[in-house]
């Protein structure tokens, strides 16, 4: 079945705001994953004060990706560094005027491109601070995981029951249906998003299927 887009997306998508490279940006990342056919680059250029003086981005996906990827580009686009890592995917999907709740992990993703990036700068700017791994940490991450259908992440959606961390090993026990057609998917985008983060050595992810324990 082929996905609908309202005017607005559509428009972002084929007339995109922010998109190319900076050269000698003070800021990059690139996110997402080649396998699944999603990934954003961004690029900024930081002015005084922390201000976001320039923003491009490079998208290799669907036209959510794209689209949002260009609202995001926007909303960041003149605010401070601190300003801009208060943008949420939300936020993103509402000026869009709402996307297919399948395509909301495009809105998380183009967020987390540009929260990385900015964490590029206070990195190399020496501002940066890692946090330990911990059950805290990872569970942060997992609010930027989407179920598709729902368009809501895992974590309030009540489906990870156990998070552990011990010497570099996350372990991570969900409850989904073992037939559950989405599953592969969550699993995938957890690895991608736990493997960022700092001291993670390996990842465990067990399925304990529902109403099981």
Known sequence: MAIKYNPKVIEHFKNPHNQGVIENPDAEALVGS????DQIAIYLKIGPGDVIEDIKFESFGCASNIATASIVTDLAKGKSIEEAMEIKWTKAVEELGGLPPVKYHCSVLAIDGLRAAIRDYLRKTGRLK?????????????????????GVDIVSL??????????????IELSFEEDD???????QE???????????HDIEIVNQGVGEH
Request: charged letters at 35%; proline letters at 11%.
């Open 34 to 37: 080649p396998a699944c056919g």
């Open 130 to 150: 890692e946090e330990e791994l911990s059950p805290d940490l990872v569970r942060e991450e997992l609010y930027h995981v989407i179920y598709p259908p729902r």
């Open 158 to 171: 009540k489906r990870v029951k156990y998070i552990g961390v011990e010497e570099g090993k996350v372990r």
């Open 181 to 187: 057609p989405y599953l592969n998917e969550v699993v």
């Open 190 to 200: 957890i690895r991608e998003k736990i493997s960022e983060l700092p001291g993670v």
